[in-house]
């Protein structure tokens, strides 16, 4: 497909939307994204969205870029984010995606008190939402893993420790959970990501809370 992106050591061919907002180089593998205002993935479980609308519709707008196929076995995917942050939830993402009912963000996001952050996000049907830890500077590493029928998130300030976000999993069903980056900014008028040191291990991480 003429839409698709190649992203080196990623295990398939990617599938932007939008198209024109994604960028990849080819050369160092750096991934950059441009979100555009009032853009997100979430559907909050009052109803109530980020505006204080108390009949918000699910926003599924923020810019994707996903696997066109399903990892076949364990994995770990990680990349270093850095996002220009400029307004509140304003996020560079790594994305779990099944369908727009059930999804997994690993968000580094720019939190209301103005500080970036490890946020975690997890839809199966509506969406619960979790802070983890503040962020000194403007990147971080994130990493999604998947052990049997398990995802765990992880986070690191350095690219060597992770620290464990959280363990979770959908229903016992992988085959159809692709991986891949977003791009959100919804409260603002729009923000630049860059995922670089990419990296995809068909490999089943060992132990979940030694810091590997």
Sequence with gaps: MADQLTVPGMPSALVPSPAGLWRVDETTGTVTVS????????I??????????????????????????????DF????RVS?????????????LWRDE?????LCFEFSPEGEPMIVSVICRGVADDANAFVVADRSVWLRVSRIG?????????????????????????????RIGFAG???????????FDEISFRPERLADLRDGS
């Design 35 to 42: 979100a555009q205002p009032r853009t997100d993935i979430f």
């Design 101 to 105: 009912r059930c999804w997994g963000k």
């Design 184 to 194: 959100q900014s919804p409260t603002g008028d729009g923000c630049n990501v860059t």
């Design 83 to 95: 996002v220009a942050f400029a307004a509140t939830f304003d996020a560079g993402v790594l994305l």
């Design 44 to 73: 909050d479980p009052s109803g109530v969205g980020v505006d204080g609308d108390e009949n918000a519709a699910p926003v599924l707008n923020a810019a994707t870029l996903l696997g066109d196929l399903p990892p076949e076995a």
């Design 149 to 177: 029928r398990v995802y765990a998130y992880h986070a690191s300030v350095d690219g060597r420790t992770w620290q464990l976000i959280r363990v979770f999993s959908f229903d016992g069903e992988t085959t159809r959970d």
């Design 76 to 79: 770990q995917f990680s990349a």
